[in-house]
């Protein structure tokens, strides 16, 4: 009996590697839709049986780019005439939004190291025929860049309109895909416009974007589903229940990105400035300069080069960079802060940057100051004043008058009146002792209170101007400096720390 199982079970394996192998493998792609309205996407399934499938890369679907993409896979075992037969399922998911009529082309997959191809679909693409604007039309979704034609480094606004019919109730929250942006650095305005336009209600999305090479680009649509009651769903009360999908995409953008005439370290139209709170310092003091930089352009990957002097620490903060719209425009400003600490007289010296203008393409130049910086040397004592202790010298040839009695020394001032001293009772005594021992026994033994620890940001402030006091106040400044500007590896001491402020607070 033993010997009919593993029979049985030989068999049962052979079978099944041979099903699973000569199972014939096989690829198909299918559209949801091969008629679609122009503006909305389309899905394009591709399903390979067989085995183990490899699809190619697709990011494009002839001249339509793939705006998203999914993979998924599932295996079933089967019987037929009692044969087993296992069959593994790849489907990879790709939507795209065809701009006119076009032809999907045939894709190789490969399975298993076998090569098949999909065949050609043919979509067609419609006018819709509801309009943004017209009465019959839900909500719409518009692109709109207030230019078509940047240079590199430059910028633009983009535009997202999403417009909804007054009086269209809404079951849930509005899903929005915000658009693409490839060749170019976005960044979304916080500001959010909304008006009534008509018989719709609009919001405005805004995009500033930055052109990051030269090139013919394209900004991919937005997308946007929203869900309105379904009315033709009621209950046994009359009232609608559940959701009907509505979902739209919105046209997509060509922008043309030429090259810079000239390379430069900015694009646009700023000016500089900076500001020093002093030109003249006691030793290992720090000297603050801030420079800024302001004007019509993007300043968001802009970077300030670091401070190189010899004989100087310099420390500086993370760069503030703000953006707003100017009359349509970008503006930017780029705000950093460096410290200085030295020993010794030194020069921060002058800066200067090229700049593409925007206007007359022409390469000017933004020019940040320098400054001489005088130290002034620490002293610890006034000038011509020895700091050697003197000798004391006992004086014993000091001339003696008459000897005074007790009565004429206290009648003159020169001795001090005897005082009556009245004796108090042993008891009293004992029971201050007693006393005295409770309470410093009681004060020995209260919880004590722990001091909360000085936040590093606070010691900074207050050991700031003490450096040139203690070698070991100064090193513990750098050391602050250092960690508030990113570097990990520096560690603090707290019980060190809190001992060192707590000398001067």
């Not at 606004?157 to 942006?181: A, C, W």
Request: proline content about 4%; overall charge neutral; cysteine-free.
């Amino acid at each position: 009996m033993t010997n009919l199982k593993k029979t049985l079970l030989t068999l049962f394996t052979i079978n099944y590697a041979l099903f699973t192998l000569l199972s014939a493998a096989s690829v198909r792609a299918t559209v949801n839709t091969v008629e679609v309205v122009q503006g909305n996407p389309v899905q394009l399934y591709i399903k390979a049986k067989g085995g183990e499938a490899t699809f190619p890369n697709i990011t494009m679907i002839e001249d339509a780019p793939v705006v998203g993409q999914s993979t998924n896979s599932s295996q079933s075992y089967t019987m037929v005439n009692g044969d087993f037969k296992s069959e593994k399922t790849t489907t990879k998911i790709l939507q795209f939004i065809p701009q006119k009529d076009m032809t999907i082309p045939s894709f190789t997959v490969n399975i298993e190291g076998q090569a098949y191809k999909t065949k050609p679909i043919d979509i067609k693409v419609v006018k819709s025929s509801a309009q943004t604007g017209e009465k019959n039309a839900l909500f719409s979704l518009e692109l709109h860049a207030n230019k078509d034609k940047v240079m590199v480094g430059e910028s633009l606004m983009v535009t997202v309109y999403f417009s909804l019919k007054n009086g269209v109730r809404i079951s849930q929250d509005i899903q929005y895909v915000k658009p693409e942006f490839p060749g170019f650095t976005a960044v979304e305005v916080d500001e959010k416009n909304t008006y009534m336009k008509g018989n719709y209600q609009v919001q405005e999305i805004r995009y500033i974007l930055t052109a990051q090479k030269e090139g013919n680009m394209t900004i991919l649509p937005a997308q946007v589903k929203v869900g309105i009651p379904d009315r033709s769903r009621r209950d046994i009360f009359g009232m609608t229940f559940g959701t009907k999908w509505y979902q739209t995409a919105s046209n997509s953008l060509d922008i043309e990105v030429l090259p810079q005439a000239q390379e430069s370290d900015l694009v646009g139209e700023f000016t500089a400035r900076t500001s020093i709170d002093t030109q003249e310092v006691k030793a290992n003091t720090p000297v603050n300069l801030t420079v800024t930089i302001e004007g019509k352009g993007n300043l968001e990957s802009f970077e300030f080069p670091k401070y190189e002097i010899d004989g100087v620490t310099v420390y500086s903060d993370e760069a503030k960079v703000e953006t707003k719209i100017v009359n349509g425009e970008l503006h930017s400003s780029y705000v950093k802060t460096f410290a200085f600490i030295s020993d010794a007289d030194f020069s921060i010296p002058p800066k200067e940057f090229s700049m593409l203008t925007f206007s007359d393409k022409r390469l000017k130049t933004l020019h940040i100051d320098g400054y001489d910086i005088k130290v002034k040397a620490g002293h610890s004592a006034s000038a011509g004043v020895s700091n050697e202790p003197k000798q004391g010298v006992v004086q014993t040839n000091m001339p003696q008058g008459p000897l005074q009695s007790k009565e004429e020394m206290a009648k003159n001032g020169s001795i001090e009146k005897e005082v009556e001293v009245q004796s108090v009772a042993w008891w009293m005594l004992v029971l201050a002792f007693v006393l005295g021992v409770v309470l410093t026994y009681g004060l020995q033994h209260l919880p004590k209170r722990a001091s909360k620890p000085y936040k590093e940001s606070e010691a900074l402030k207050i050991l700031y101007g003490h450096m040139s006091d203690d070698p070991e106040v100064e090193a513990m400044v750098r050391k602050l400096y250092a960690k508030k500007n990113g570097d990990k590896s520096v560690q603090i001491d707290k019980k060190v720390l809190k001992e060192m402020v707590e000398r001067f607070v």
